[in-house]
């Protein structure tokens, strides 16, 4: 398998995912800023979208979007339980959690990334990220995890569309529940190596 990322994006969701499965993978960098892989390949040519992640298995099919990455990730190390079985109710739970980060985090963050977006725009959408952090800080005072006790692939995405609060000036001081989550998920071996090969932070 191939995972196409850009580092620090959205990527790093399924990079994570990847590095928990154990699967063997090769990351290859598609910069969103520049849409040109290492070798100068155009990256448009791979995925016309132009953005990532782009999952590529080895006879060539490839999946998009990263919800739904993740979810093929850990359906092929059920052992794992990155996710819950599918046709249980947990799993629609999951689903869920990845829907609600997507649409309500993640999109919530474009325009404070949009070249020339008004002040009053970003204002609103700061406000508004702010009260579903706020929402979602409450429900990890119930558990370690989003699904409870079990680290899940929305745990990945969660920490993953969280850690660009500081990028954009929305201060996350006031969300204890939510602050000592991303430490936990942090700590993980596998986030640790992610963040590496990202050069997001530092090898040992």
């Known amino acids: 398998m191939k995972l196409y990322y850009s580092p620090g994006a959205c990527s790093l969701s399924p990079h994570i995912a990847l590095k928990e499965s154990g699967l063997v993978f090769e990351a290859i960098a598609a910069p969103t800023k520049t849409h040109q892989l290492a ?7 791979i995925n016309p979208l132009g953005y990532v992640p782009l999952l ?4 060539g099919s490839q999946l998009r979007e990263g919800p739904a990455i ?20 947990e799993r ?15 999109k919530g963050f474009s325009p404070l990334f949009t070249p ?7 204002t609103m959408a700061k406000t508004r990220l702010r009260s ?5 800080d409450g429900e990890l005072a119930k558990s370690d995890y989003l699904m409870g006790s079990t680290f899940t692939v929305a745990d990945a995405y969660l920490f993953t569309v969280s850690s660009w609060t500081p990028h954009v000036g929305i ?8 602050l000592a989550f991303r430490a936990r998920v942090g700590a993980r071996p596998a986030v ?6 990202e050069g997001l932070i530092k090898s040992a």
């Open 56 to 59: 590529v298995l080895d006879d």
């Open 39 to 45: 070798d100068g390949t155009d990256y448009y040519t």
């Open 192 to 197: 640790i190596a992610a963040m590496q090969a």
């Open 70 to 89: 993740v979810q093929y990730i850990a359906d092929q190390v059920p052992d794992k339980k990155l996710a819950p079985a599918n046709g249980t109710f």
């Open 171 to 178: 201060d996350l001081s006031d969300f204890r529940n939510l």
């Open 92 to 106: 629609y739970k999951l689903q869920e959690w990845l829907t609600f980060i997507g649409t309500e985090l993640h």
């Open 116 to 122: 020339g977006m008004p002040e009053e725009a970003k």
């Open 132 to 136: 579903r952090l706020q929402w979602v």
